[in-house]
């Protein structure tokens, strides 16, 4: 696109002598702050999740997240019962809107646990999955492919190839700076020439 528009801008420069300065100026500044516009904005995202990420992903361990949401289940159980003793002992004129308000959270917290056991268990489906895809095997020991194990040889890829990435990078911006130079150099020349 940058080359693009340089050629542009001197076939306009040369073809057009017609054009009074005032336009040709005009014209070559919108045209040089366009081109830097572009020259910033065409700079490359990162294709991969970030290292940090993959490093965050291989400490994870699918069985604290299992021990945490029986956790909460047991909590949650002892919640239900202490809500149900209060209700019993509490008096009627006493007892609203505390029992609406507790069966309505402690309803709540049933399905987004459900909803939480579900999505875990579709997560260790779809990560198992996702190792054999890519036939990676459990280490000596593990009945099954840990996070760690996964995330760690993509954690290590992942570095390595930002670091490319970050370099490769800068020559591409270094190279789309000096295209910008060459086309102020030739609008400078078509511009002073009129």
Not at 46 to 74: C, G, I, N, V, W
Not at 94 to 105: R, V, Y
Not at 129 to 135: G, W
């Amino acid at each position: 696109m940058a080359l693009f528009l340089c050629l542009s801008l001197s076939v306009c420069l040369s073809v057009s002598l017609s054009l009074s300065l005032s336009v040709c100026i005009c014209l070559s500044i919108y045209l040089s702050v366009a081109l830097l516009i572009s020259l910033w904005r065409e700079t490359c995202v990162y294709p991969l999740p970030e290292p940090q990420d993959l490093f965050q992903a291989s400490q994870m361990k699918f069985e604290d997240f299992t021990k945490d949401l029986l956790k909460l289940r047991k909590d949650l159980r002892a919640c239900t019962v202490e809500v149900e003793s209060v209700c019993q002992i509490s008096s009627d004129e006493n007892l609203q809107p505390f029992k609406d308000k507790m069966e309505e959270f402690v309803s709540q917290a049933k399905s987004e646990l459900e909803a939480q056991e579900s999505q875990l268990k579709d997560t260790h489906k779809t990560f198992l999955e996702l190792t054999a895809f890519f036939s990676v095997k459990p280490k000596s020991g593990e009945k099954e492919v840990s996070p760690n194990t996964f995330f760690s040889v993509w954690h290590e890829f992942s570095t390595d190839f930002k670091d490319l990435w970050k370099k490769e990078n800068k020559l591409i911006l270094q190279e789309r700076m000096l295209l910008f130079e060459c086309c102020v150099n030739i609008l400078g020349k078509s511009t002073w020439g009129v």
